[in-house]
């Protein structure tokens, strides 16, 4: 910038819209859940996009499935929230919500693990081992009547808490069990115990355990509503995975693309040696030739998805910072775009803000005092010409039934940092869309998450496929591993 120039003073973006139906556009609405109640879901208007009744089936401890059949019964039902009263509506019920039915499906598609597996699990010195190759086998039994069942339900007991994790080999059973399901291409949804009987707060678990079987049935519950057409989103994220014995590590690259409407088409997995990337602690980068490789595989499947129309303008997201040999690697593929935007999302960092309200008493005079509520959802302030903070955390008063609403109840949010390494323009619009990409996550009822669904995913994604032991050459989709 030029010397004596004055930076904008902060501004605040109004709650992103969310469309619900393909063509009408007065099925809007800010609020996710309220969307849903009075609209229905996006895809109830397009016919065989989802089962009239979507099938589940279960995988658990043997003489234990009347807990999922009791909380499937129990989602079928209404149920009234007893906390977030600003936010959460009542449930009316599964069918009321989605337009669908939900039930098990027959039961000889469903698998009970053996009854010694508690045992086994208790006796071993590798537990979480133990109960992997145990659901790794019943998942390949399910597998064997994949045309019986939409989504998977893979019950957890408490009782096998001890072998969920192992920070010795970073093993997490979350992502081991997805990648298992993903590379059979079987939507997977697990349950642990405490969800299915005694988790208080049930309304909340109806809502958040209904939008994420919906979504993983095929289902999309809602899109952006404003987006500017033919944008294609891309988040990248990495993750090492370990290589065979004396070979150096592999860097698995995820790239989550979305469409104008902020949904999400699928994504690809890209496997390089580490000869190949620059590691700066726990982060890499690629040189040139593989950053044009993931992204020509990112826009081949926006290219499919849009009988060949290239997009108008590409909008990169990552958390790491654009090195010139991933910016040249990103214009080598996406050259037939109009416009390429590079932007490196930031969550950690030390900025606050506070909102502060007139001085005590009605005075004039006198300092200002913090408000109840923290400073508001949107709020944006330009640091300089190429950095923006984006506060998506934050008070929500539009979507509240009354008065404020603040997601996350207690503390002081921090904003995102929005380092633009390639593209123009004003900075609202660039973070308009960062803020309605954090609405695009299907897996929960909740308002917003902190990042936008394309580094979210990809970095969920990149976690789980490090737990494959070889990938496809094949786009995933998205479904599989949330």
Not at 142 to 157: E, M, S
Not at 210 to 222: C, D, E, I
Not at 398 to 406: Q, T
Not at 421 to 443: C, D, F, H, S, Y
Request: glycine residues 10%; proline residues 8%.
């Amino acid at each position: 910038m030029t010397a004596g120039t004055r930076l904008p003073d902060f501004a605040v973006l109004t709650e992103p819209q969310l469309s619900f139906h393909p063509l009408d556009p007065a099925k809007r609405s800010i609020h996710p859940l309220r969307g849903l109640l009075e609209h229905g879901p996006y895809t109830a208007a397009i016919p065989g996009a989802v089962r009239d009744v979507i099938r589940l089936a279960a995988i658990g401890p043997a003489g234990e499935g009347e807990n999922m059949v009791r909380l499937v019964q129990e989602m079928r039902g209404p149920l009234d929230p007893d906390e977030r009263l600003a936010y959460l509506p009542s449930w009316p019920g599964f069918a009321g919500v989605f337009k669908v039915g939900l039930q098990f499906a027959p039961k000889d598609v469903s698998v009970q693990l053996t009854a010694g597996l508690d045992d086994a699990i208790a006796a071993s010195p590798v537990p979480h081992r133990v109960l992997l190759g145990a659901l790794a086998d019943g998942i390949r039994r399910a597998a064997a009547q994949r045309a019986g069942f939409d989504v998977l339900v893979i019950y957890l007991p408490l009782r096998w808490q001890a072998a969920f994790r192992n920070r010795d080999e970073d093993f997490d059973l979350h992502h081991a069990v997805k990648g298992i399901t993903a590379s059979l291409g079987i939507p997977s949804q697990i349950v642990l115990e405490d969800t299915a009987t005694t988790k208080p707060h049930r309304c909340s678990v109806a809502w958040t355990l209904g939008t994420a079987l919906y979504a993983k049935a095929g289902g999309v519950p809602w899109k952006l509503a404003a987006a500017e057409p033919r944008t294609a989103y891309i988040g990248i994220s990495y993750a090492l995975r370990p290589g065979p014995a004396g070979y150096p590590r592999f860097v698995t690259c995820c790239s989550q693309i979305f469409d104008a409407e902020g949904s999400g088409l699928e994504f690809v997995a890209y496997e390089t040696s580490e000869d190949r990337v620059a590691i700066r602690g726990r982060n890499p980068f690629l040189d040139r030739e593989q950053m044009r490789a993931v992204m020509a595989r990112s826009l081949t499947l926006y290219l499919d998805r849009h009988c060949g129309q290239a997009p108008r303008r590409v909008v990169v997201h990552k958390s790491t910072a654009f090195r010139d040999a991933e910016t040249d690697g990103c214009f080598d593929a996406l050259s037939s775009a109009g416009e390429v935007e590079l932007i490196q999302i930031i969550d950690d960092i030390p900025w606050r803000g506070v909102q502060l309200g007139p001085p005590k008493g009605g005075t004039r005079t006198g300092r200002a005092v913090p408000t109840n509520y923290p400073c508001r959802r949107g709020t944006l302030v330009h640091l300089g010409g190429y950095e923006t903070l984006l506060w998506t955390q934050g008070d929500a008063p539009d979507v509240a039934y009354a008065g404020s609403y603040f997601k996350e109840g207690v503390g002081i949010p921090r904003p995102l940092l929005l380092r633009r390494w390639a593209g123009r323009g004003p900075a609202g619009p660039m973070a308009g869309e960062v803020l309605a990409l954090t609405k695009m996550n299907w897996n929960n009822d909740a308002l917003y998450d902190t990042l936008p669904t394309t580094l979210r995913y990809a970095q969920t994604l990149a976690q789980v496929i490090k737990t494959m032991p070889s990938l496809q050459p094949k786009p995933y989709s998205y479904r599989l591993f949330i």
